[in-house]
C-alpha cells in the first residue's frame, strides 16, 4: 500500500537560472507532496537514474544535464546552457507534476511502444525497458493542462 500524500503537490522555483562554479547553469526549485521513493520508479522517463536511499537522493542523467531531487523536496536542474536549463526544468516539473496528477487513466500505458509505462493503483510506473520516446507524456492528459496546472512558469524563472 503506498504511503499517504501528507501534503499537496507544489513545485515551487526558489531560484532563477544561476550560474555554477563547476560551470552551467542550474535552477532550483523546492517540490511538496512527492517523495523521492516514488520519483524513483517513474523519473527515469526523463533519463539514466540512479536512486541512493541512504544519501535521500535521486540523479537523473539526461543527454542535456542532470536532475537531483532530494528527500528534503529540493530539486536541482543542470546544465551547460540557460537555455537547456529551462528546457531540462521544465521537462522534470512536467513529470513530476503527471506523477503526483496521474488519474489512472492507463493511456500512458497503451500509448508506450515498448511496454515500460504500467499503473499500480494510480501510481504511473517505468521501467528500465524505458527509450525515452516521449509518447506517454504526449499522450498524458495531466501533461495537456500543464501549463494550467503550473502557472506563470516561465515569469517564475525569469525567461
Known amino acids: 500500500m503506498p504511503e499517504k500524500k501528507t501534503e499537496d503537490f507544489e513545485i515551487e522555483v526558489v531560484s532563477g537560472i544561476s550560474p555554477c562554479r563547476a560551470g552551467g547553469y542550474s535552477i532550483e526549485a523546492a517540490v511538496k507532496g512527492i517523495r523521492e521513493k516514488e520519483a524513483a520508479s517513474f523519473i527515469n522517463v526523463l533519463g539514466n537514474t540512479i536512486y541512493a536511499e ?7 542523467k539526461t543527454g542535456t544535464g542532470t536532475v537531483k531531487f532530494f528527500s528534503n523536496g529540493n530539486l536541482l536542474a543542470s546544465s ?53 520516446c516521449g509518447k506517454c507524456t504526449e499522450s498524458c492528459v495531466v501533461t495537456r493542462y500543464f501549463d494550467k496546472l503550473v502557472p506563470d512558469l516561465d515569469q517564475k524563472l525569469k525567461v
Open 80 to 132: 551547460e546552457t540557460k537555455e537547456k536549463a529551462v528546457s531540462l526544468f521544465k521537462e522534470a516539473a512536467k513529470q513530476f507534476t503527471r506523477l503526483s496528477r496521474c488519474t489512472g487513466c492507463g493511456i500512458c500505458v497503451k500509448a508506450c511502444p515498448v511496454g515500460a509505462a504500467s499503473l499500480e493503483g494510480k501510481m504511473p510506473h517505468v521501467s528500465e525497458a524505458c527509450i525515452r
Open 54 to 60: 541512504d544519501l535521500g537522493m535521486l540523479l537523473v
